[in-house]
């Protein structure tokens, strides 16, 4: 009998983690193709994938055909698989991603209910897939699901492993505390080989925050930490290794300097405000951001094990956000391993509202319909301030900003649906909330955002982009083919590269500027400039201007005539 309810139970679980795969699939495959490539990182992340394949070398990473140590190889091997069985484009640069989250979602299901059971698990797969940044991640070709995904398994086994280790009364741990050493190395080795030894930073200072909190008490065994550092090692090593051997120690070294500029210098721009990530997180990873809230306080607990994982949740995310608080380049997607922290402590504080073991407070939902509401507004005021652009133009003192708005972009008005379902999200949420009614509230909240994500995705992101950089991209396509150069001026970009497809330049001189604008050139180059950083480039000899459109401005150098 008891084996009979085993295979009962096990089936269950089958039947529910398909499902949740295949409806991750509905909502994260369709329209991966139906937008550009975003500059800087989609763009750019795609481009090295491409090259890798044009060169036939996929040991080595590069862009504009040099090359690239800002990143480990192992995204742009998916890009590439990808790009081989679906052409190079938007939809296979953004279908590893789209992959991911198929994976992630049956993943924290998984994880949900093996800690806490059936009913966690399923929760956290709502809130994860059910909030908007870690949704959109999702559909987009940056290198983030994946490291995150890869991660947080890191973290999971070994908190098994200290669970098994230290006899925490959590029943169901089959496997030994050597084999969740192991899949918690091997995780952290994929995920060094995803994005960089940033992970292992993260899952070190995690650990050393919870020893301190754990009164400096030792809590894994030395050998333990041994093996985990030389199986992580191994599997990293199955590229840093062969890349050193080839060709020396300069991506090491040349990768180690970008980190420490990312740290200490404002990378790209990108300097924020000290409570950046905070922000991004509140507004970015919505709903899930506001319920995480209440789980940061005390409630009561089932076990040993319910204290304990919350706790290293909530160590993780003050580690993730306190690190890149610290880092000078304030990116939105730095902070994103916080989400997997911030949707478990939503999961958690309506598990904790349904079993009665975590307070309920009213303010959640007036903070909920407030940050919901500033979403669903700028939702709805799209398409208006989308079709009376033109009155907007004169009060806005950025001359390229007023070139984009220039677009000839087709607006119905319908798209304001998409704010208006937000809107009608919000409002029920609230109700059934006030009823007590928390699991429906929980699939209110997160379902009806996840739906908010797929309909802007299809409907007003396509849009958007064409005001941002569709012009320049139209550029670049129709210029695909025609043996000429193609470059920008004045400012940086990765979409003359990609959307061109770029050959390997014979003549290394095509990669100067000042050579490409006054040099012998021995066949057409083409210029891409913006209207507020043309006006220098326009007094070159030999230059000439062929047109304007949505603040961008293209040019063209012919070759000097032969005597």
């Given at each position: 009998?008891?084996?009979?309810?085993?295979?009962?139970?096990?089936?269950?679980?089958?039947?529910?983690?398909?499902?949740?795969?295949?409806?991750?699939?509905?909502?994260?495959?369709?329209?991966?193709?139906?937008?550009?490539?975003?500059?800087?990182?989609?763009?750019?992340?795609?481009?090295?994938?491409?090259?890798?394949?044009?060169?036939?070398?996929?040991?080595?990473?590069?862009?504009?055909?040099?090359?690239?140590?800002?990143?480990?190889?192992?995204?742009?091997?998916?890009?590439t698989?990808?790009?081989?069985?679906?052409?190079?484009?938007?939809?296979?640069a953004?279908?590893?991603?789209?992959?991911?989250?198929?994976?992630?979602?049956?993943?924290?299901?998984?994880?949900?209910?093996?800690?806490?059971?059936?009913?966690?698990?399923?929760?956290?797969?709502?809130?994860?897939?059910?909030?908007?940044f870690?949704?959109?991640?999702?559909?987009?070709?940056?290198?983030?699901?994946?490291?995150?995904?890869?991660?947080?398994?890191?973290?999971?086994?070994f908190?098994?492993?200290?669970?098994?280790?230290?006899?925490?009364?959590?029943p169901?741990?089959?496997?030994?505390?050597?084999?969740?050493?192991?899949?918690?190395?091997?995780?952290?080795?994929?995920?060094?080989?995803?994005?960089?030894?940033?992970?292992?930073?993260?899952?070190?200072?995690?650990?050393?925050?919870?020893?301190?909190?754990?009164?400096?008490?030792?809590?894994?065994?030395?050998?333990?930490?041994?093996?985990?550092?030389?199986?992580?090692?191994?599997?990293t090593s199955?590229?840093?290794?062969y890349?050193?051997?080839?060709?020396?120690?300069?991506?090491?070294?040349?990768?180690?300097r970008y980190?420490?500029?990312?740290?200490?210098?404002?990378?790209?721009?990108?300097?924020?405000?000290?409570?950046?990530?905070?922000i991004?997180?509140?507004?970015?990873?919505?709903?899930?951001?506001?319920?995480?809230?209440?789980?940061?306080?005390?409630?009561?607990?089932?076990?040993?094990?319910?204290?304990?994982?919350?706790?290293?949740?909530?160590?993780?995310?003050?580690?993730?956000?306190g690190?890149?608080?610290?880092?000078?380049?304030?990116?939105?997607?730095?902070?994103?391993?916080?989400?997997?922290?911030?949707?478990?402590l939503?999961?958690?504080?309506?598990?904790?509202?349904?079993?009665?073991?975590?307070?309920?407070?009213?303010?959640?939902?007036?903070?909920?319909?407030?940050?919901?509401?500033i979403?669903?507004?700028?939702?709805?005021?799209?398409?208006?301030?989308a079709?009376?652009?033109?009155?907007?133009?004169?009060?806005?003192?950025?001359?390229?900003?007023?070139?984009n708005?220039?677009?000839?972009?087709?607006?119905?008005?319908?798209?304001?649906?998409?704010?208006?379902?937000?809107?009608?999200?919000?409002?029920?949420?609230?109700?059934?909330?006030?009823?007590?009614?928390?699991?429906?509230?929980?699939?209110?909240?997160?379902?009806?955002?996840?739906?908010?994500?797929?309909?802007?995705?299809?409907?007003?992101?396509?849009?958007?982009?064409?005001?941002?950089?569709?012009?320049?991209?139209?550029?670049?396509?129709?210029?695909r083919?025609?043996?000429?150069?193609?470059?920008?001026?004045g400012y940086?970009?990765y979409?003359?590269?990609?959307?061109?497809?770029?050959?390997?330049?014979?003549?290394?001189?095509?990669?100067?500027?000042?050579?490409?604008?006054?040099?012998?050139?021995?066949?057409?180059?083409?210029?891409?400039?913006?209207?507020?950083?043309?006006?220098?480039?326009?007094?070159?000899?030999?230059?000439?201007?062929?047109?304007?459109?949505?603040?961008?401005?293209?040019?063209?150098?012919?070759?000097?005539?032969?005597?």
């Amino acid at each position: 009998m008891i084996q009979s309810m085993q295979r009962k139970t096990g089936w269950t679980k089958l039947k529910i983690t398909l499902a949740i795969t295949g409806l991750a699939a509905v909502f994260f495959l369709p329209f991966l193709g139906r937008v550009h490539l975003f500059d800087w990182d989609e763009i750019n992340f795609a481009e090295c994938a491409r090259e890798m394949m044009k060169l036939h070398d996929y040991s080595r990473v590069y862009v504009n055909f040099q090359p690239f140590w800002e990143k480990p190889p192992m995204f742009f091997w998916l890009q590439t698989v990808s790009m081989r069985l679906f052409g190079i484009g938007e939809f296979a640069a953004r279908l590893p991603n789209a992959v991911c989250g198929i994976v992630t979602l049956p993943v924290l299901y998984l994880c949900g209910r093996r800690i806490y059971g059936h009913r966690f698990g399923l929760l956290w797969a709502l809130a994860y897939g059910g909030s908007l940044f870690p949704n959109m991640y999702f559909k987009s070709g940056i290198i983030d699901p994946w490291f995150n995904l890869f991660s947080f398994l890191s973290f999971y086994f070994f908190i098994l492993y200290h669970w098994k280790r230290n006899g925490f009364d959590k029943p169901g741990l089959e496997a030994s505390q050597l084999g969740y050493v192991l899949a918690s190395a091997a995780c952290m080795g994929i995920a060094i080989l995803i994005k960089g030894q940033v992970a292992l930073m993260v899952f070190l200072l995690t650990l050393g925050v919870y020893w301190i909190y754990n009164r400096f008490r030792i809590y894994f065994n030395w050998w333990h930490a041994l093996l985990f550092l030389v199986v992580a090692t191994a599997v990293t090593s199955t590229w840093y290794a062969y890349e050193t051997l080839k060709n020396g120690p300069w991506f090491i070294e040349e990768f180690l300097r970008y980190q420490y500029r990312l740290f200490s210098t404002h990378d790209a721009d990108q300097k924020g405000f000290l409570g950046y990530h905070y922000i991004v997180i509140l507004i970015g990873c919505f709903p899930s951001s506001v319920f995480a809230i209440p789980a940061f306080f005390r409630g009561r607990y089932e076990g040993k094990f319910d204290r304990d994982f919350k706790v290293w949740m909530i160590i993780l995310f003050w580690v993730v956000t306190g690190l890149f608080t610290v880092v000078q380049s304030r990116i939105i997607h730095y902070s994103s391993l916080a989400w997997f922290p911030v949707s478990f402590l939503a999961a958690y504080t309506f598990y904790g509202w349904e079993r009665g073991s975590l307070a309920r407070r009213k303010w959640v939902s007036v903070l909920a319909a407030s940050i919901g509401g500033i979403i669903a507004l700028a939702l709805l005021a799209v398409p208006w301030l989308a079709t009376h652009l033109n009155r907007l133009i004169p009060y806005v003192h950025d001359r390229f900003a007023q070139g984009n708005m220039e677009a000839q972009v087709p607006w119905t008005g319908w798209e304001s649906l998409v704010g208006l379902l937000l809107v009608l999200t919000l409002w029920f949420g609230v109700r059934l909330l006030r009823k007590g009614a928390f699991g429906q509230a929980a699939l209110c909240y997160f379902g009806g955002t996840a739906v908010v994500v797929f309909l802007a995705s299809a409907i007003i992101v396509p849009k958007v982009e064409r005001y941002s950089q569709g012009a320049a991209i139209d550029f670049f396509i129709a210029k695909r083919g025609e043996d000429c150069y193609m470059n920008v001026l004045g400012y940086k970009s990765y979409a003359q590269l990609f959307y061109f497809q770029k050959e390997k330049p014979v003549n290394p001189d095509s990669y100067l500027e000042a050579w490409l604008l006054r040099g012998n050139i021995d066949k057409p180059a083409y210029f891409v400039s913006k209207v507020d950083r043309v006006d220098n480039y326009l007094q070159t000899p030999g230059l000439r201007e062929l047109y304007r459109k949505n603040g961008f401005v293209f040019l063209r150098r012919d070759p000097p005539e032969k005597p």
